[in-house]
């Protein structure tokens, strides 16, 4: 079981200082759970959310305030995690309380595995559609992702549905099943398109070089009387 401790904090502490002091902020509602502020350690969040991801269980401990010291626990799924967009690390998390007694619906990543021949043979390109579907089990079933075998693509226009996907006992797939996983698609030929040639614009070139010649002749004719005159 994936574990992790939280602390309650309040509307008044500022988020930038929970952060400078290695926490994420983040918030837990759900069954049986009132809307509760908290914040866990960046570091063990990090590696928890390195093995559960949004989709396996984790036992979350809220540790008491000061007017209340007794802990509580509760099962609890990754509901939402907000990044920071330049340096990637986590700002702010959902954690969404569940009944380990009762289904629930979450998104799960397909891993893809194997190498598709077609692609390999050069018979095309392999296009990926989807990187997550949506399933429904139990808590404790619920897997941590997907795999999609691509080794059975082997011709052009070979595609993998979401029905060909084999999911373990107790999950059902909530995506439509007909919907395109992957799939290989023609090889589209790069074309080069060339700058059309001005051919008025050549002529006048040409033209213009002719008249220079013509006039260089006309001046280095005269330039022996010029001398002789002299």
């Given at each position: 079981m994936n574990t992790l401790t939280a602390t309650k904090r309040s509307k008044a502490d500022k988020l930038a200082v929970i952060r400078s002091n290695g926490m994420v902020p983040a918030v837990v509602y759900g069954v049986?759970?009132?809307?509760?502020?908290?914040?866990?350690?960046?570091?063990?969040?990090?590696?928890?959310?390195?093995?559960?991801?949004?989709?396996?269980?984790?036992?979350?401990?809220?540790?008491?305030?000061?007017?209340?010291?007794?802990?509580?626990?509760?099962?609890?799924?990754?509901?939402?995690?907000?990044?920071?967009?330049?340096?990637?690390?986590?700002?702010?998390?959902?954690?969404?309380?569940?009944?380990?007694?009762?289904?629930?619906?979450?998104?799960?990543p397909v891993e893809f595995i194997g190498i598709a021949p077609a692609e390999k043979d050069g018979l095309g390109n392999l296009v990926k559609v989807m990187h997550e579907v949506e399933v429904e089990a139990l808590p404790k079933d619920l897997p941590h992702n997907v795999s999609v075998d691509l080794s059975v693509l082997l011709a052009l226009d070979d595609q993998?549905?979401?029905?060909?996907?084999?999911?373990?006992?107790?999950?059902?797939?909530?995506?439509?099943?007909?919907?395109?996983?992957?799939?290989?698609?023609?090889i589209k030929e790069e074309v080069v398109e060339e700058a059309p040639v001005d051919l008025s614009a050549i002529e006048v070139e040409k033209k213009g070089k002719k008249d220079l010649s013509a006039q260089v002749g006309e001046e280095g004719a005269e330039a022996p009387e010029a001398e002789k005159a002299e």
């Open positions: 049986r759970v009132e809307n509760t502020l908290i914040s866990v350690p960046t570091v063990d969040f990090l590696k928890v959310f390195k093995v559960a991801g949004e989709s396996s269980t984790i036992l979350l401990e809220i540790k008491g305030d000061e007017k209340t010291a007794t802990s509580k626990k509760v099962d609890v799924l990754i509901h939402d995690m907000q990044v920071d967009p330049v340096k990637g690390y986590p700002i702010h998390v959902d954690f969404l309380a569940i009944d380990m007694n009762k289904p629930v619906e979450v998104t799960i993998i549905h979401v029905k060909d996907i084999v999911l373990p006992k107790g999950v059902t797939m909530k995506t439509d099943l007909e919907e395109v996983i992957a799939l290989i698609a023609a």
